[in-house]
């Protein structure tokens, strides 16, 4: 623990080259008045280059990017790096301390960017991070999964309107892409630079195999950026499903809650999707999708109150070339 640096912000410039650094970057102060750091891994090159970011774990339940960024720096050979990778282990240190999605006092981070430097203490965190961390960075791949009672394919969300972010999505090769600008609110939105955010999987573990696919595409993102030298792909994972859209599902009455397709599962128009039944057996409702696509996400927790969510139905672009 002796070779990590505390410090206020991310100075790339001071950092050693040739080397990877171990960081704990201060952003605001508990009630005893300790510090919270977010760790950081740097790896910065000899050369000059971009500032490649990479975040996990911006709500503290979703883990699988921690495992992608620490086998990506263990295989990093910082020697023939022409730039700079960081890679941000844990953003939201509250949420990820009490094992919850949220902030420690209940709001998303992901939804506070770019935060306000005088408001309170997630607003402050959200803004300090933007500013002390993320804004060296020229690319960013943020890194999520589903939450709490849902589960997730592996896709991602991107600006398919700019290059440089759809060639990132592509890349990844993941089971779905979303065409999906960034709202302002959101930490993909706010780094105002190409950036996407990869969803691996669920919750509060690790899912190896889209892990492993994951840091496959980051491998390959960061030879199209320039920072390493270009990988051939590997072997061919199942195709893309390219989305114009997608949406969620609610439910309009509380109760036991069935959902019955699986993710990356085609569905029509007017197929049966769900049934909630109440506590007694009795079937209240059944849902039907309301136009043909495919599951992103589903929930796979039972208890529904009147809102819950259902699924995430993506409607799949006509031009979807699938490869």
């Given at each position: 623990?002796?070779?990590?640096?505390?410090?206020?912000e991310?100075?790339?410039?001071?950092?050693?080259?040739?080397?990877?650094?171990?960081?704990?970057?201060?952003?605001?102060?508990?009630?005893?008045?300790?510090?919270?750091?977010?760790?950081?891994?740097?790896?910065?090159?000899?050369?000059?280059?971009?500032?490649?970011?990479?975040?996990?774990?911006?709500?503290?339940?979703?883990?699988?990017?921690?495992?992608?960024?620490?086998?990506?720096?263990?295989?990093?050979?910082?020697?023939?790096l022409?730039?700079?990778?960081?890679?941000?282990?844990?953003?939201?240190?509250?949420?990820?301390?009490?094992?919850q999605?949220?902030?420690?006092?209940?709001?998303?981070?992901?939804?506070?960017?770019?935060?306000?430097?005088?408001?309170?203490?997630?607003?402050?965190?959200?803004?300090?991070?933007?500013?002390?961390?993320?804004?060296?960075?020229?690319?960013?791949?943020?890194?999520?999964?589903?939450?709490?009672?849902?589960?997730?394919?592996?896709?991602?969300r991107?600006?398919?309107?700019?290059?440089?972010?759809?060639?990132?999505?592509?890349?990844?090769?993941?089971?779905?892409?979303?065409?999906?600008?960034?709202?302002d609110?959101?930490?993909?939105?706010?780094?105002?630079?190409?950036?996407?955010?990869?969803?691996?999987?669920?919750?509060?573990?690790?899912?190896?195999?889209?892990?492993?696919?994951?840091?496959?595409?980051?491998?390959?993102?960061?030879?199209?950026?320039?920072?390493?030298?270009?990988?051939?792909?590997?072997?061919?994972?199942?195709?893309?499903?390219?989305?114009?859209?997608?949406?969620?599902?609610?439910?309009?009455?509380?109760?036991?809650l069935?959902?019955?397709?699986?993710?990356?599962?085609?569905?029509?128009?007017?197929?049966?999707?769900?049934?909630?039944s109440?506590?007694?057996?009795?079937?209240?409702?059944?849902?039907?999708?309301?136009?043909?696509?495919?599951?992103?996400?589903?929930?796979?927790?039972?208890?529904?109150?009147?809102?819950?969510?259902?699924?995430?139905?993506?409607?799949?672009?006509?031009?979807?070339?699938?490869?």
């Amino acid at each position: 623990m002796n070779d990590i640096r505390r410090v206020n912000e991310l100075q790339v410039g001071e950092l050693p080259q040739g080397k990877i650094s171990k960081l704990a970057i201060e952003l605001v102060h508990d009630a005893l008045g300790r510090s919270v750091a977010v760790p950081v891994l740097v790896a910065r090159g000899s050369k000059p280059g971009p500032v490649f970011g990479i975040t996990a774990a911006v709500h503290g339940n979703e883990l699988n990017g921690i495992p992608v960024l620490h086998r990506l720096f263990e295989q990093i050979d910082v020697a023939a790096l022409r730039g700079t990778v960081v890679g941000v282990v844990v953003v939201n240190v509250p949420g990820y301390l009490m094992h919850q999605r949220e902030f420690n006092d209940g709001s998303d981070l992901n939804h506070l960017m770019p935060g306000v430097h005088n408001g309170n203490t997630a607003q402050v965190y959200a803004h300090r991070f933007l500013e002390r961390v993320v804004r060296p960075f020229t690319h960013l791949v943020d890194l999520h999964t589903a939450s709490f009672g849902r589960i997730n394919s592996l896709y991602v969300r991107a600006d398919l309107s700019d290059p440089v972010a759809a060639k990132m999505a592509h890349l990844v090769r993941p089971q779905i892409i979303v065409n999906n600008p960034p709202s302002d609110r959101t930490l993909r939105g706010a780094a105002d630079i190409p950036a996407i955010t990869t969803e691996i999987g669920n919750p509060q573990r690790y899912h190896r195999d889209y892990i492993k696919r994951t840091l496959s595409g980051l491998r390959s993102m960061l030879g199209e950026a320039g920072l390493t030298r270009k990988r051939p792909p590997a072997k061919a994972p199942p195709k893309t499903v390219v989305c114009d859209r997608s949406f969620w599902i609610y439910t309009d009455h509380g109760g036991l809650l069935d959902v019955f397709p699986d993710v990356t599962e085609r569905v029509k128009a007017g197929q049966v999707i769900a049934r909630l039944s109440d506590a007694y057996g009795g079937v209240l409702r059944e849902y039907k999708s309301p136009a043909d696509g495919i599951v992103i996400g589903r929930s796979v927790n039972p208890v529904a109150q009147t809102g819950a969510r259902i699924l995430h139905l993506g409607i799949i672009a006509e031009d979807s070339a699938e490869a």
